[in-house]
């Protein structure tokens, strides 16, 4: 584990440079369709259509999570489980997901 300049340790997941390019790139488009939505209000565009690029980024959002998460499971609790600390990394999941449906 790495340590940030407060000194807490922070957790690492190592990816490949696929998935982080991956991930990168729709957050990226993410970032563009927000500053889009704050052109459209500074431009006073219709509440409707700025509602309606908002669910788009909710939605887009909501893939990258399920994304990661999926991730998470497949590679991080299998791991935990294979170790035989896969109790701790289940519970830390469910809480996850509670999180995540909210």
Same mark, same amino acid.
């Given at each position: ?8 340790? $922070? ?8 998935? @982080? %390019?991956?991930?990168?790139?729709? !957050?990226? &488009? ?21 509602? $309606? ?8 959002? @909501? %893939?990258?999570?399920?994304?990661? !998460?999926? &991730? ?31």
């Amino acid at each position: 584990m790495e340590k940030c300049s407060h000194g807490q340790e $922070i957790r690492t997941t190592k990816r490949d440079e696929k998935e @982080k %390019k991956e991930l990168m790139n729709r !957050l990226k &488009r993410i970032e563009g369709q927000v500053r889009g939505i704050q052109k459209m209000i500074e431009d006073d565009r219709y509440c409707v259509d700025i509602l $309606i690029q908002m669910s788009a980024i909710q939605a887009a959002l @909501k %893939k990258v999570g399920f994304q990661l !998460l999926e &991730r998470h499971t497949n590679h991080c609790v299998r791991e935990a489980i294979e170790a035989g600390t896969g109790d701790e990394a289940i519970k830390e999941l469910m809480e996850v997901f509670k999180q995540f449906s909210k």
